[in-house]
Every structure is written in structure tokens, then in C-alpha cells.
């Protein structure tokens, strides 16, 4: 299976402030590929700024060392955002399922609204 990390989840599993479900750990533990997307760095990034967030320094190293690969935003990933219902009006969220959808992944999330959208989808509640 190829995963798609939302950024929750990238903190949960970084930060330990909280483990993914059972089946989402599981998931991830047996994985054949680990992505999360550029865009969990820009949300990271400007939650941060805002001071809603505080990562490590060596956050993005600490990804890559658990052998999560990033995955960068294409342009057809933001074309097909126009494709998507508005099930849900976040935009880094609705990147990342165009970003699954296009890639063929499967999105773990913690997000139940996400579901709504023609995506696989590891619940990681």
C-alpha cells in the first residue's frame, strides 16, 4: 500500500503528542511507500509564524529519517482541485486528496470529512 501522510498525522507520529489509531499505525507499519506532501511543510510552516505550532529544527530530517519521502505539488495536483466537490473547504486539504487522488495514494487522516471524496482513505482516529 502507498500512504499519503496528512500533516496531523505527520505530528502525531514525529511529535508522539498522540498515537494514530490501531489500524492507521498498522497501516503505516506495513506500508510499501510513506509520502506526505510539500504542503505539510507550508501548513507547518505558517502555523509556526502564527505561533499555533512549534516544530524542531530538525523536523524535515526527522521525516525523511523515518523514511517518508515528500511528495511535491504538481500542477496537474492543482488543476484537480477544480474536479473536487466541496465536501470540505480547507485548501491544504483538499490539495492533499487531490494530491492522492492523482497519485494514486491512499490518505491517512484524522479528518472524517475527508472520507466524503473518491479516495481511499485510513482513518487515524
Known amino acids: 500500500m502507498r500512504l499519503l501522510l496528512d500533516t496531523q ?16 499505525e498498522q497501516a503505516i507499519a506495513e506500508a510499501d511507500e510513506l509520502w506526505t ?13 502564527i505561533g499555533k505550532l512549534a ?5 524535515r ?13 504538481d500542477v496537474s495536483h492543482g488543476l484537480a482541485v477544480a474536479d473536487l466537490p466541496l465536501h470540505h ?18 490518505l491517512v487522516t484524522a479528518d472524517r ?6 479516495v481511499p482513505v485510513v482513518d487515524a482516529r
Do not use: C, N
Open 9 to 24: 498525522v505527520i505530528l502525531w507520529e514525529m511529535g508522539d503528542a498522540r498515537r494514530v489509531s490501531p489500524s492507521a
Open 37 to 49: 506532501s510539500v504542503l505539510t511543510f507550508a501548513e507547518v510552516g505558517i502555523k509556526t509564524s
Open 113 to 118: 470529512r475527508l472520507a466524503a471524496y473518491d
Open 61 to 73: 530530517h526527522r521525516i525523511e529519517a523515518a523514511g517518508v519521502s515528500v511528495l511535491p505539488l
Open 55 to 59: 516544530v524542531p529544527p530538525d523536523f
Open 89 to 106: 473547504r480547507d485548501p491544504f486539504d483538499r490539495l492533499l486528496v487531490a494530491q492522492a487522488r492523482s497519485e494514486g495514494l491512499t
